[in-house]
């Protein structure tokens, strides 16, 4: 009786280790799960390339979004992280840019076009110095502004 408490014991914690060891491999430390990916929103603001290099950095890409639920996912995890999204100066940078050519946009890395059209109205303005994509609004829809302005940025990885 003794052998078979102290083994169902055992498998008891065996079992709650494998549990914890799933959570654990599913996003890095500091990534949260959301829908089919994980994603990192930095706390402070910098310029498109340096968002790029921290991405990089914890080897993850930056944000795109692959549909329209994926942004709803997110505007409620940053309204969960108590970031507001209403204004330009709360936008977040995207991975998305036309640096290489005006009005290509493409997504860092891969070079693929953006999944879906995304742009808020009146978006993306075209004059040559706004190759950068950041959202911000209710929706989190596109818009393009100068790699320079410093913005939080979201990074993310696909779940392991
Ligand atoms: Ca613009």
Same mark, same amino acid.
């Given at each position: 009786m003794d052998r078979q408490l102290s083994y169902s014991?055992?498998?008891?914690?065996?079992?709650s280790f494998a549990a914890t060891e799933e959570k654990t491999i599913r996003c890095a430390q500091g990534f949260a799960a959301l829908g089919d990916k994980c994603y990192l929103v930095s706390l402070e603001k910098a310029s498109w390339q340096d968002a790029l290099r921290r991405c990089h950095a914890l080897n993850a890409n930056m944000l795109v979004? =692959?549909? &329209?639920?994926?942004?709803?996912y997110l505007k409620s995890y940053l309204n969960r992280l108590g970031l507001r999204t209403d204004?330009?100066?709360?936008?977040l940078w995207t991975s998305l840019n036309d640096v290489e050519r005006v009005g290509s946009f493409?997504?860092?890395?891969t070079s693929k076009p953006?999944?879906?059209?995304?742009?808020e109205v009146g978006q993306p303005q075209l004059d040559?110095?706004? =190759?950068? &994509?950041a959202i911000y609004g209710s929706t989190l829809r596109y818009h393009d502004y100068a790699c320079s302005n410093k913005y939080v940025y979201v990074c993310t990885t696909p779940l392991s």
């Open positions: 014991w055992f498998l008891c914690l065996v079992l979004f =692959d549909n &329209v639920i994926e942004a709803d204004d330009y100066v709360q936008a493409i997504i860092e890395r953006m999944p879906f059209n995304n742009w040559g110095t706004e =190759d950068c &994509v």
